[in-house]
């Protein structure tokens, strides 16, 4: 209990003077959704501690302090991340793995799992053919990134869905991907992410994140594109 | 069922799988010997089953392979398999310490001192964002740091590689987790092999 309340006490603390040093209004370094064990047996509680507090955290202190006294600070994180081919490597991997990390803690919950329903689920399926189609060709994109990475699915410009994977810390946000989107579900495929669990067993974890995946986070963001 | 005789195998390991405990630990070697180096020479032996590279030495796949984006499968592979066999003779258990004087020359000569190649070397190291190698390598005559992503290796660009350094986190996230300041520290202190540098040098 007593760790629960330090978690969401700490990180709101930290993120408001992170604002009021920076300057960066839309930079905060938001307490995780959830408790650290509340994912297992998915997700173990140590692995989530270390990814959120010191994996996460990390690339949040380390973007702040690469934007400070820069006019890049005045930009919102989104519109600052779309311009990833003209900023220096600090702000790109260090606003990606703050934006990434960010993202994916909200697309995951100890209530999650299922099958996507509604809109979403419709448009999953029309996309895909099945849900299971779907899931098939994102697991195939999560083993198959080489390295460090993320696999994503996104909403297109033109409205359609696509399944996407970027390395390291990029993000479909970016102008150095391939295909540009908008993110609504993320899955973390860097070591860090699986390996105390999992070690090199990519395919049990994906298999894993199944069971906690936010179907209704994933629909907010996908209805929140449109 | 055609039966292909697997071309690659796992070269065994120098030294026992508990021999550089505890700077890095036998479940680590367990994992990174045992299953990823593993791993890459199954992944390579099925991908070049029946092709062109089927009967090729690993550096000639290497080379064939190198900056062929169709070819990253085959590349990927052969490179790890590559990279983590000179990976295990850049270590040895009670390594670090002094580099033999003959190396130790070379470092003052371009470096200053043993410690400054060593700090360049750290600084490589970490700064190597997301999968990775360090390596020091001879350009010509001359002693350098360098650091690939994911499975890239000095081979491909004309450089002689004299030992190296595994990056990717699953060389110490189960010894080290998120500090990997840690694991570099301790390898150049107590496991690098200098003497498998030095002979590698022509
Ligand atoms: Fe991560
Ligand atoms: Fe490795």
């Known amino acids: 209990m007593k760790k629960w309340i330090l978690l969401m006490v700490l990180p709101a603390l930290l993120s408001l003077s992170c604002s009021q040093d920076g300057g960066v209004s839309d930079l905060r370094f938001d307490p995780l959704p959830y408790a650290y064990d509340a994912l297992e047996p998915y997700i173990d509680a140590e692995t989530m501690e270390l990814h959120y507090s010191r994996h996460h955290k990390a690339y949040f202190d380390n973007l702040v302090a690469a934007l400070k006294g820069t006019p890049l600070a005045r930009q919102p994180l989104e519109v600052l991340l779309a311009q990833a081919s003209r900023l220096p490597d600090a702000v790109r991997n260090n606003g990606g793995g703050h934006y990434n990390h960010a993202f994916f803690w909200k697309v995951m919950s100890p209530d999650g799992g299922g099958v996507p329903e509604g809109k979403l689920g419709e448009k999953i399926e029309a996309s895909f053919g099945s849900f299971d189609a779907f899931k098939e060709a994102f697991t195939k994109a999560a083993l198959s990134r080489f390295g460090s990475g993320w696999v994503w699915l996104c909403v297109a410009k033109d409205g359609s869905l696509f399944i996407t994977s970027t390395a390291n810390q990029d993000n479909p946000l970016m102008d150095t991907v391939e295909k540009q989107g908008k993110p609504i579900l993320a899955l973390d495929v860097w070591e860090h992410a699986y390996y105390l669990s999992y070690q090199n067993k990519r395919g049990s974890y994906i298999d894993a994140f199944w069971h906690v995946v936010d179907w209704d986070a994933v629909a907010a963001f996908f209805e929140a594109s449109l | ?202």
């Open chain 2, 1 to 202: 069922m055609n039966q292909q005789v697997s071309p690659h195998t796992l070269p065994a390991l120098p030294y026992a799988d508990n021999a550089l405990d505890p700077v890095i630990t036998a479940s680590t070697i367990g994992f990174h010997y045992g299953k990823h180096h593993r791993a890459y020479v199954d992944n390579l032996n099925r991908h070049i089953a029946g092709t062109e590279y089927a009967d090729m030495s690993l550096e000639d796949i290497i080379r064939a392979t190198s900056g062929k984006a169709d070819k990253a499968g085959i590349f990927n592979n052969a490179a790890q398999i590559w990279n983590h066999t000179f990976y295990w003779k850049s270590l040895r258990p009670g390594g670090g310490g002094e580099p033999p004087a003959a190396l130790k020359e070379k470092m003052e000569a371009e470096f200053g001192s043993v410690n400054t190649c060593k700090t360049v070397f750290s600084a490589a190291a970490l700064t190597q964002f997301g999968s990775g190698w360090t390596w020091l390598v001879l350009d010509g005559e001359s002693l350098k740091v360098v650091k690939t992503a994911n499975a890239d290796l000095p081979l491909t660009t004309g450089l002689k590689p004299l030992l190296t350094l595994d990056v990717w986190e699953h060389a110490y996230y189960l010894d080290y987790q998120n500090r990997r300041p840690d694991y570099v520290k301790a390898v150049l202190e107590k496991l690098i092999n200098w003497d498998f540098a030095l002979e590698n040098i022509p």
